[in-house]
């Protein structure tokens, strides 16, 4: 069973229960209890820290949704959109554990390629790492910090 750890991002009051040697943790968005793993975690995290800090409107927010690699169907941890629909953020979430190497990057990138979204976050909850993508001009820009919302 996973115990939760402090993680590099603001704290916040999330709603754990347990259930037997399971843990569950209550997802705002899905509005429903889903199993404590790392990942999950450090993705909770991030859905309260894009709402309530960096003002992300929650309907404008999917968790895990389908993407389409090669025909290969594929899960996306966390995609934004603007208010046109447009994919805007896509973001890639490990386990504090996991590192995060280049190999994470090519993983998030390969996603990339078919969607062409212009901003990418990758964390593990305790290192976070944000780029915007120039597909015009080819460029990848690291940023010190990941955007607020702009509506």
């Not at 991030?46 to 709402?51: E, F």
């Not at 389409?68 to 899960?75: A, F, G, S």
């Amino acid at each position: 069973m996973f115990t939760p750890i402090p993680l590099n991002l603001p704290a916040y009051a999330a709603k754990i229960r347990r259930d037997g040697t399971r843990l569950f943790i209550f997802d705002e968005l899905r509005k429903k209890q889903l199993v404590l793993t790392p990942e999950e975690w450090v993705r909770q995290h991030w859905i309260q820290h894009l709402i309530h800090t960096k003002k992300y409107p929650k309907a404008l927010i999917k968790i895990e949704g389908g993407l389409k690699l090669n025909e290969m169907p594929r899960r996306s941890d966390l995609v934004i959109y603007d208010t046109l629909g447009n994919k805007i953020l896509l973001a890639e979430f490990k386990a504090p554990s996991v590192k995060i190497t280049q190999r994470v990057f090519e993983q998030i990138a390969h996603y990339n390629t078919i969607h062409r979204i212009p901003l990418l976050l990758v964390s593990n909850g305790l290192q976070h790492f944000y780029c915007r993508i120039d597909f015009e001009q080819g460029d990848i820009n690291f940023l010190d910090d990941l955007p607020d919302y702009l509506p």
